[in-house]
């Protein structure tokens, strides 16, 4: 092959090293985060490979908008053989003893664990989320490797009460076979950790399909899979453009040898998911979008919902499924309550470089976020809706940044109590009585989670019970963890939990065995 031009180092922090080549009209890159090399290819059948086409798509970071690295580009060529690949493995693969999955899943928690440093970098650098959000995030998705290795040996059947004498009935649980999973960019760790670790706790394969803004951190992940020792085929992941995505996406949902699809992400391409799966009657797990109510009654601890409110809304930016989008507070106390969280974002949000100390708010995924919340500020204020903080751009910092912004007197006509916000902005709702929040929370057609803010404990049951979602804080705004069933109802999602005991269930085919004459 003909070299076109030499190496070249990119601009980068320390400790992320970044060196490109050109080959004629196909690029090379490599990336190196503490000295540790990190995968940019397809990993098919317990192997990095380049796409089948040989093309590739930039990863960036949103921080910067500087170039990072090029990633192997996937398609339906590259799918077909991972399908191949992990349904030729499941055949071997789920009749592994469960304690032997166990003890791999163990392994990879720490693993994990031991990669923290590496990990949380390559978050920051590719989503943008401050460094320690970050090495939270690491632990939240090796967590589920660790629950999941616990519940590996305990996937249980049932005997069932004799209704004839001479006959006996057990149900015992299988894995469905190959999943196809697809995560989202938000946490790029975190959602593929919580549909991988179950799906492998019961013997089933994964073709995983990341974010294509963010696939370095599941690539990442998958070297430690592949240093684990996982067995050849059982995972295996695509990384895609924007380009290929679509056409990645529909041929999991309908191929036949894929049984199952795990999609997290926004609710209209869920719908595309769910209509394309149709036909194969598959098992479809949908966790999508949100529009999350932050009710404060009058008899609530202002401080707690005030502290409450910036954990649940401005982490990661605003930018999660659960984070509180309409904010609505009783008369009472809602002129004070504006006040308190106007001082509170002025004095603790820090925007910058997720890299940088102290910065707990950083960019936007990409400028058309940032677009986003432009136009949400731009129709509320015409509607009559006051900046109380915040409302504008931080072109100082890069095109990817929002200030972090509290508007007062939203109402239900306005796109902002509407939409899944999905940025730095709580906008402030206001209500006279109990039913009225209860209206107004279960207004919308989604339902992921919701929180309320009460010293009353009959109150706390009454509308705990009356909200229309999935999960409730109840005096509490940051709930998610291994241990619990993640997931909503109407147009937030269908099919199982994620986590928690339940979260392997989507992942199990039920087999009733009657034997008679006994």
């Not at 470089?353 to 400028?367: A, F, S, T």
């Not at 902002?416 to 107004?440: K, M, N, Y």
């Not at 009353?456 to 109840?474: C, D, K, N, T, W």
Request: proline content about 5%; charged content about 20%; glycine content about 8%.
């Amino acid at each position: 092959m003909m070299l076109c031009s030499l190496s070249t180092i990119v601009r980068s922090p320390s400790n992320v090293q970044i060196s490109t080549s050109r080959y004629c009209s196909r690029r090379i890159s490599t990336l190196n985060v503490n000295s540790q090399p990190i995968a940019t290819r397809c990993y098919i059948d317990g192997k990095f490979t380049d796409a089948s086409r040989g093309g590739t798509f930039p990863v960036y970071n949103p921080a910067t908008g500087e170039h990072v690295v090029d990633v192997s580009d996937g398609d339906v060529d590259d799918t077909l053989n991972a399908i191949e690949a992990a349904s030729t493995a499941f055949k071997s693969y789920k009749t592994i003893l469960p304690r032997e999955r166990s003890n791999l899943l163990r392994e990879l928690y720490e693993r994990i664990i031991e990669d923290i440093g590496t990990l949380s970098q390559l978050i920051t650098i590719e989503n943008g989320k401050p460094l320690r959000e970050a090495e939270g995030e690491v632990k939240y998705g090796a967590s589920f490797f660790r629950w999941f290795s616990e519940e590996a040996p305990r996937m249980y059947g049932d005997a069932i009460p004799l209704i004839v004498p001479t006959r006996r009935q057990i149900t015992i649980r299988q894995p469905v076979g190959v999943c196809g999973l697809i995560t989202p960019w938000n946490f790029p760790l975190g959602m593929l950790a919580r549909k991988l670790a179950a799906a492998l706790s019961t013997g089933c394969t994964a073709v995983c399909k990341p974010a294509e803004d963010t696939p370095l951190t599941a690539l990442r992940l998958i070297q430690l899979i592949d240093e684990v020792g996982f067995p050849r085929g059982v995972v295996n992941l695509i990384p895609s453009s924007m380009k290929n995505t679509s056409s990645v996406g529909k041929l999991l949902c309908e191929d036949l040898r894929v049984p199952h699809i795990s999609f997290t992400g926004s609710t209209d391409v869920g719908k595309i998911l769910l209509h394309q799966s149709a036909p194969y009657v598959k098992r479809v797990s949908l966790e999508l979008g949100g529009n999350a109510p932050f009710i404060v009654f009058d008899s609530a601890d202002l401080d707690s919902a005030v502290k409450g409110i910036l954990a649940g809304k401005f982490r990661a930016s605003g930018q999660t499924c659960v984070c509180p989008n309409r904010v609505l507070v009783q008369t009472a106390v809602y002129d004070e309550f504006c006040r308190k969280l106007s001082i509170a974002m002025r004095d603790q949000l820090i925007v910058g470089n997720g890299r940088d100390p102290g910065v707990n708010i950083g960019p936007l995924i990409n400028e058309n976020a940032v677009e986003k919340m432009e136009s949400l500020i731009k129709d509320a204020k015409e509607k009559g809706a006051r900046i109380l903080h915040g409302g504008t751009r931080n072109n100082h910092l890069g095109s990817s940044f929002y200030e972090p912004t509290l508007i007062s007197d939203v109402t239900e006509s306005m796109s902002v109590s509407t939409s899944e916000i999905f940025g730095p902005i709580a906008a402030v709702t206001r209500f006279d009585t109990e039913d009225d929040a209860i209206e107004i929370a279960n207004s919308v057609s989604l339902g992921l989670a919701g929180y309320f803010y009460t010293q009353s404990i009959s109150q706390a049951f009454r509308v705990a019970e009356a909200l229309e979602v999935g999960m409730v804080g109840v005096n509490e705004s940051m709930f998610s963890s291994e241990t619990i069933p993640f997931g909503g109802v109407k147009m937030s999602g269908t099919g199982g939990r994620e986590g928690g005991r339940l979260g392997a269930d989507e992942y199990l085919n039920v087999k009733l065995i009657a034997i008679g004459n006994v």
